[in-house]
């Protein structure tokens, strides 16, 4: 499967904004999704992730309850909502795809996930 994410851009602290991720090439709903980020000097974190049927989702504590990850199978896409943004999120926002055959679980490892997006930038200013 390949992914393309789109939506990043540059933003102030307090706005919104919402990333997305199609999928092409696959069978959507065979995979558990997440949205990692990864700032300079840094490792690459998972900050959300969704199961195969969206019934579950994972948030990293830094982004729980400001961010909001879904997924449209119907349109092969996973969205990752962002608001209340600080300038700690500025970081480089990768989507990726876990082949799972459990439709519940969500991996945080990272290298569980075969198939990555080519990231998209997040800078939020003061």
């Known amino acids: 499967v390949q992914l393309q994410a789109s939506g990043g851009g540059l933003v102030q602290a307090g706005d919104s904004l919402r990333l997305s991720c199609a999928a092409f090439?696959?069978?959507?709903?065979?995979?558990?999704m997440g949205w990692f980020r990864q700032a300079p000097g840094k490792e690459r974190e998972l900050v959300a992730g969704?199961?195969?049927?969206?019934?579950?989702?994972y948030y990293a504590d830094s982004v729980s309850g400001r961010f909001t990850i879904s997924r449209d199978n119907a349109k092969n896409t996973v969205y990752l909502q962002m608001n209340s943004l600080k300038p700690e999120d500025t970081s480089v926002y990768y989507c990726?795809?876990?082949?799972?055959?459990?439709?519940?679980?969500?991996?945080?490892?990272?290298?569980?996930?075969?198939?990555w997006g080519q990231g998209t930038q997040v800078t939020v200013s003061s």
């Open positions: 990726a795809a876990d082949k799972l055959m459990s439709t519940t679980v969500i991996f945080t490892n990272r290298n569980r996930y075969d198939y």
């Open positions: 090439g696959g069978t959507f709903d065979t995979y558990a």
């Open positions: 969704i199961s195969r049927s969206g019934g579950s989702t």
